[in-house]
């Protein structure tokens, strides 16, 4: 079974930066792709950042601000969120796409960790 845990969310101030992190555990799997989502108080959920093999995409709303990496021998996932802005409050979850041993794909969601941005 896959588990994904996020750390590193909390409180910072308009122009502050976090850094959230997710570890992806279990074995048996591949990882197709990895990003961040995060959802606002009455607001549906969105993508804030993916990676996969070949590709990074960012939402335009963080788009010079914060940055995704990747370290795929740990199966970490980092999320560098800079210039933070109260629009930012959220909470954020960390996704992952996986692939088992029989070719079959499966969507992973962490449990959330939250991000509060104060002005």
Same mark, same amino acid.
């Given at each position: *079974?896959? *588990?994904?845990? @996020? &750390?590193?969310?909390?409180?910072? =101030?308009?122009?502050? &930066?976090?850094?959230?992190?997710? $570890?992806? !555990?279990? %074995?048996?799997? !591949?990882?197709? $792709?990895?990003g961040?989502?995060?959802q606002?108080?009455?607001? =549906?959920? @969105?993508l804030?950042? $993916?990676?996969?093999?070949? !590709? ?5 709303s963080v788009?010079?601000?914060?940055? /995704? &990496? !990747?370290?795929? $021998? ?6 560098q ?5 109260? @629009? ?15 070719g079959?794909?499966? @969507?992973?969601?962490? =449990?959330?960790? =939250?991000? /509060?941005? %104060? &002005?």
């Amino acid at each position: *079974q896959v *588990q994904l845990v @996020e &750390s590193g969310g909390g409180l910072v =101030q308009a122009g502050g &930066s976090l850094r959230l992190s997710c $570890a992806v !555990s279990g %074995s048996g799997f !591949s990882i197709n $792709a990895m990003g961040w989502y995060r959802q606002a108080p009455e607001k =549906q959920r @969105e993508l804030v950042a $993916a990676a996969t093999t070949s !590709s990074i995409t960012y939402a335009d709303s963080v788009k010079g601000r914060f940055t /995704i &990496s !990747s370290d795929n $021998a740990k199966n970490t996932m980092d999320l560098q969120m800079n210039s933070l802005k109260p @629009e930012d409050t959220a909470v954020y979850y960390c996704n992952a796409v996986v692939r088992d041993g029989r070719g079959r794909s499966k @969507e992973n969601w962490g =449990q959330g960790t =939250q991000v /509060i941005v %104060s &002005s």
